[in-house]
């Protein structure tokens, strides 16, 4: 059965502006599929669609079927067993993600404990499992306050977050765009390990081509809310069918060239 | 907290400067509340002793003089401390637990709900508070607990507003939403997510109301509104001390020297409580 089917997704302000448009997919467990787009492109509206948590004055029509549950127009009570169980998301700003008020090691605990029902020494020992996972040490960031890490840590925290309630399908949307380069690669080397050796789905979000490249095979191309292009990623690169997909393979060739990268 | 990545030194300044308001505030109030707790076991002369000289000038017998019936001053401004604390925790109290659950009903209400809710706060802010307070107190009989529920009742209305746009702030967070994402119910997110982070914020303002309930309560005192006469309000002594405040201006001064001790120390109080309440700022400092 397929983990995630999207059919006509459309996401419509209160006013009545569209800001996804007919957008149409499936992801099979164990499956991973890149969202690319530029800013305001529809890409994180579709990701909070997706788990039914589009913010006040967003509306959303269509289907999204995640684990077989109608997620358009449900009714919160039914949303909430599916998040986390079946779908977590890591998000942009590590920073804003975090509750500044609350010690990291309890907010990895939290979906621990809520998800898999561990108390006392067993949920510690699993929040430092958890942690260790990401490659964070328990005993020295457990204990902080999220403004008093760095971002990669921050990040590499909210990941742990995201997979301790041991979802089946992992949303990341743009999780590396705020962090430099050098962490960046560290992070999609540790969300690729973590999704293959869980066997999880991934949803990837990004802008950036070369990001989504290490990432999935397969990809959607978002322009103003509507997929103009969809493929692998080699056959989007090499041989882009939309004049929109061209622009963007051909801005970031050339941001490379400038940059004398790669 | 010893590997924490801040400046040690930025710690340090907040720490010396907290420590200085906190202490101090700490110190003034400690003070009260000492002397309202030595009044439960002892006190220098019976509340109702009138054998004193009139207006007696502050001396041996009496360290701080006498009233005009002959009552020893030092005595009723120790119940007076009493009166005082019972009234502003009494009222902070009412006003925490009331303003906190209206102004979280408003925030996640729908909007005419919130609309009709804030609108209504904004009547009941719209009257001043002794006003509105000498309204119950009218309607109710003058006593100390009429006067706490009053002084509540009103200050419930602002921590209502308060509450309500903190808490609508908070719940634009991204936090909440990652909250969400991992499967935390509402209920979850305010008693985890959103107390929390309006704490720090809502602390100081109840601290500083409970510095305006006591000078409320001794202004209603002062108008005759108070709690009625054998409790010896702090307010009602100044109103007392009136007519004879050349003759005998320790009568008046005294009083008026303890409100301002207690509500000082309360603002100091409520001004380190923010440093300490808010990890965040530690480091931003």
Same mark, same amino acid.
């Given at each position: ?16 502006? #569209? ?74 700003? #590590? ?15 939290? #979906? ?54 041991? #979802? ?95 | ?7 040690? !030194? ?13 202490? +101090? ?12 707790? $030595? ?8 509340? /109702? ?42 009222? %902070? !109290? ?15 209400? %729908? ?7 804030? !609108? ?9 508070? $002794? ?5 119950? =107190?009218?309607?109710?009989? /003058? ?40 499967? &935390? ?15 720090? &914020? ?20 002062? $108008? ?25 201006? =320790?009568?008046?001064? /005294? ?14 109080? +409520? ?5 300490? +309440? ?8």
């Amino acid at each position: 059965m397929t983990l995630l089917s999207v059919t006509n997704l459309g996401v419509h302000t209160d006013a009545g502006n #569209p800001l996804v448009h007919d957008l149409s997919f499936d992801l099979a467990a164990g499956a991973r599929l890149g969202l690319i787009g530029e800013s305001g492109s529809g890409k994180s509206v579709t990701s909070l669609a997706v788990t039914g948590l589009l913010g006040a004055g967003l509306a959303a029509t269509g289907s999204v079927l995640l684990d077989g549950v109608q997620v358009v127009g449900a009714a919160e009570r039914r949303l909430v067993p599916l998040r986390g169980r079946v779908a977590s998301v890591v998000f942009q700003e #590590p920073l804003t993600a975090l509750d500044p008020l609350m010690r990291i090691g309890r907010q990895v605990a939290e #979906p621990i404990a809520r998800h898999r029902g561990l108390r006392g020494t067993a949920l510690r020992a699993a929040v430092a499992e958890a942690l260790a996972e990401v490659s964070l040490d328990e005993a020295r960031i457990g204990q902080a306050f999220p403004h008093e890490i760095s971002g990669g840590q921050r990040q590499r925290a909210a990941i742990a977050i995201a997979l301790g309630s041991r #979802p089946q399908l992992l949303i990341a949307d743009e999780p590396t765009t705020a962090l430099d380069v050098t962490v960046q690669a560290q992070i999609l080397r540790l969300l690729d390990d973590l999704v293959d050796a869980r066997g999880m789905a991934l949803l990837f979000i990004s802008h950036d081509l070369a990001v989504v490249s290490a990432m999935t095979r397969e990809v959607i191309v978002l322009s103003s809310g509507v997929a103009v292009e969809r493929g692998t990623i080699d056959r989007v690169l090499s041989a882009p069918e939309h004049p929109y997909t061209a622009q963007l393979v051909h801005s970031a060739r050339g941001l490379d060239d400038m940059l004398g990268t790669r | 907290m010893s590997a924490v990545l801040i400046a040690p !030194a930025d710690v340090a300044g907040a720490r010396r400067n907290r420590s200085w308001t906190l202490l +101090a505030g700490l110190v003034l109030v400690g003070a009260v509340l000492l002397v309202a707790l $030595l009044s439960l076991v002892w006190l220098p002369y019976a509340p /109702a002793d009138t054998t004193g000289t009139r207006l007696e000038a502050p001396g041996g017998t009496h360290w701080l003089g006498t009233d005009k019936l002959g009552r020893d001053l030092v005595t009723q401004l120790m119940i007076g401390a009493r009166i005082a604390l019972v009234v502003g925790l009494g009222s %902070v !109290a009412i006003g925490a637990i009331l303003g906190i659950t209206i102004g979280l009903t408003a925030a996640f209400a %729908v909007s005419w709900l919130d609309d009709t809710i804030s !609108a209504a706060l904004d009547v009941v802010i719209a009257f001043p508070v $002794l006003l509105l307070a000498m309204l119950i =107190v009218a309607a109710q009989g /003058a006593s100390l607990g009429s006067v706490i529920v009053a002084i509540g009742l009103a200050m419930s209305a602002v921590v209502a507003r308060l509450t309500r746009v903190l808490t609508k702030r908070v719940l634009g967070e991204q936090f909440v939403t990652a909250a969400r994402t991992s499967g &935390t119910r509402w209920p979850g997110i305010v008693v985890r997510h959103i107390l929390p982070n309006i704490w720090p &914020t809502l602390s100081v303002n109840l601290a500083l109301q409970f510095g305006v309930a006591v000078l409320a309560e001794a202004s209603l005192s002062y $108008l005759g509104l108070g709690a009625p006469p054998p409790n010896a309000s702090w307010g009602r002594l100044l109103q007392e001390a009136q007519g004879t405040v050349i003759t005998a201006p =320790v009568g008046a001064i /005294a009083p008026g020297v303890a409100l301002i001790m207690l509500v000082i120390g309360v603002n100091f109080i +409520a001004d380190g409580l923010r440093d300490v +309440a808010d990890p965040a700022r530690k480091g931003s400092r």
